[in-house]
């Protein structure tokens, strides 16, 4: 359709029920990019009043507008000059899912993981203490949860800030259900009290779909509250005007592309959820921990199976893994589950708490590897090279999803440290061959000329660049390795006994500090090529995850060609 606004002044130039009708229209776009791109749905069609009196009162970008986590940010983004964009949409070369400074001016500040709007904004309020001009953050889908935003909240008291806003979207939810005394608060008449503690003013609650109230109220802010922060509790509803979405919020939280006549497949994260509720079955002492994410994790069916044994702790990451080290000195067997990328933000927890006292704690990292539309922010690129450096932390990477029910059953009867890397999605087919001591050989040479030594889930792609180059007689051998660290002895006199081969090593994560190097590193000097195949050094933008791991070389075409070079 035609852009019905181009920039947000655009807005005061409309009637009233010319912003209805534009509110209706924004869902609509939101709503049909979504279920042909995929994105985070739920959140954004509940945030699209918000969106639209915020552009209205204030002046963007002069007085930013910090769209917290991201979820809620679509609705901003059509109002932002990208409307003639929106349809790219988390697609390659299209618009991010997220906020970010690279895409647009109103961008102010990228987010992408939670709980980040409230210290960028009070920096930037601090900075611009002698402007009349406001900052804004608007914080939902649990941000408030995150111990980042307290800390934040801490510094506020005393300072002298420019004007600032604290818009708090309550729906109530995070990714699923919100949980913790804060949800508690702010359910009840507890949030007036609780702000002004921290030195904030409070309105609300307010509905959160209201256009002339919350107009009224933002205007009515700026004219009285410019001398101190302010809070406005605006009351939500996630997935507003798409019946699917307000009946099931945490499903249509993100949502996949819809294509005709899809069938559900299993993924990796459903095979894992399925083999820890049998090993608790047969073992009491499993316990299982996400952090606000039950559903994407593969816990959902092991939190109504096991409810004493599950424990969400809501966007608090840090706390997860110093909570699963506490567990374990009691004799349990924590698991945390939790995706790759927000795994980082636990990594002293991994270190201090985990690994230097040597307790048995599993971590199931689900999203490694790329994730696509999600882009930079989501993929599970680092994980390898930050565990990796970890003392006392073992690493395994299943090359498919029958390999995974091995792997967790022997990090959580192991008692140490233990990793577990998966990607999104489903894998490949199973290997014929089961995986001795961690090794598969998929094609083994007597003398090769190059040797490719494949982890995870890279296996499948190793494999079908040989078959390529099979027929051309080529000396090839190719093992793969679900053992990231320590990595098998095997492996490694393997390499050393062939030192006039050319060694080539792939992985679905960062070169830097990862698996290859390490492999590299352990087999010492070689009279023949070496090339380690896995993630530049560069952030990965969004796209089809195919698309972005060909263009990282991991392709089947792009590691037949590289091979065929050392032939």
Not at 227 to 254: D, L, W
Not at 550 to 562: P, W
């Amino acid at each position: 359709m035609f852009p019905p606004v181009h920039r947000p002044s655009d807005l005061r130039q409309m009637s009233l029920l010319e912003l209805k009708q534009l509110s209706e229209d924004i869902r609509q776009e939101i709503l049909s990019t979504c279920l042909r791109n995929g994105g985070h749905l739920g959140a954004s069609l509940g945030a699209v009043e918000l969106a639209i009196s915020l552009h209205y009162c204030f002046e963007s970008p002069g007085e930013p507008l910090i769209w917290d986590v991201g979820h809620q940010a679509y609705a901003h983004k059509l109002l932002t000059g990208r409307w003639t964009q929106f349809a790219g949409l988390r697609m390659a070369g299209g618009l991010s899912g997220f906020p970010s400074r690279e895409e647009n001016e109103h961008d102010v500040f990228g987010t992408g993981h939670s709980s980040t709007a409230l210290s960028a904004g009070l920096a930037m309020a601090w900075a611009r203490k002698n402007s009349a001009q406001w900052t804004a953050t608007i914080v939902g889908d649990g941000g408030l949860t995150a111990g980042l935003s307290f800390e934040a909240l801490n510094n506020f008291r005393g300072r002298e800030l420019g004007p600032f806003l604290l818009l708090l979207n309550d729906n109530q939810m995070s990714i699923s259900q919100s949980v913790g005394a804060m949800s508690t608060i702010l359910s009840g008449s507890g949030a007036k009290e609780f702000f002004e503690l921290f030195g904030f003013d409070y309105i609300g609650p307010v509905d959160g779909h209201d256009l002339p109230a919350l107009i009224a109220t933002f205007q009515g802010i700026k004219e009285h509250y410019a001398g101190r922060p302010v809070v406005v509790h605006a009351r939500t509803q996630k997935g507003r005007g798409y019946i699917p979405a307000e009946e099931h919020p945490t499903a249509f939280h993100g949502v996949n592309p819809i294509f005709p006549n899809q069938k559900h497949v299993e993924h990796y994260s459903d095979v894992f959820g399925e083999c820890l509720c049998e090993l608790a079955e047969a073992d009491p002492k499993i316990v299982a921990i996400t952090a606000a994410m039950p559903e994407g994790t593969g816990l959902g069916q092991f939190a109504r199976r096991f409810p004493d044994r599950f424990f969400d702790v809501g966007i608090a990451e840090p706390h997860a893994v110093t909570f699963a080290a506490g567990l374990a000195t009691q004799g349990l067997r924590p698991v945390v589950a939790i995706y790759s990328t927000f795994l980082q933000r636990a990594l002293d927890g991994v270190i201090h708490d985990v690994a230097l006292q040597r307790l048995g704690v599993t971590f199931a990292l689900d999203r490694a590897g790329v994730v696509g539309g999600d882009g930079a922010t989501h993929h599970g690129a680092f994980d390898l090279s930050f565990l990796g450096m970890i003392p006392n932390l073992r690493i395994s990477s299943p090359a498919c999803p029958a390999d995974l029910p091995r792997l967790l059953g022997k990090a959580v009867e192991s008692g140490v440290p233990w990793a577990i890397r998966y990607p999104r999605g489903i894998g490949p087919a199973p290997f014929q061959k089961q995986a001795e001591n961690g090794i598969r050989w998929h094609r083994q040479v007597e003398d090769p000329k190059v040797i490719v030594v494949a982890l995870g889930t890279s296996a499948s792609v190793a494999v079908a660049a040989a078959e390529l180059l099979k027929s051309a007689g080529s000396a090839v051998a190719v093992l793969s390795t679900t053992e990231a660290k320590p990595i098998s002895a095997e492996v490694i006199e393997y390499v050393r006994a062939h030192p006039a081969a050319a060694l080539v090593t792939t992985e679905m994560g960062a070169i830097r500090g990862g698996f290859g190097q390490a492999l590299v590193t352990a087999a010492g000097p070689r009279g023949a090529a070496v090339s380690v195949v896995g993630f530049g050094d560069h952030f990965i933008s969004h796209g089809a995850p195919a698309a972005l791991e060909a263009a990282e070389g991991l392709s089947v075409e792009a590691l037949a060609t590289r091979l065929r070079q050392f032939l």
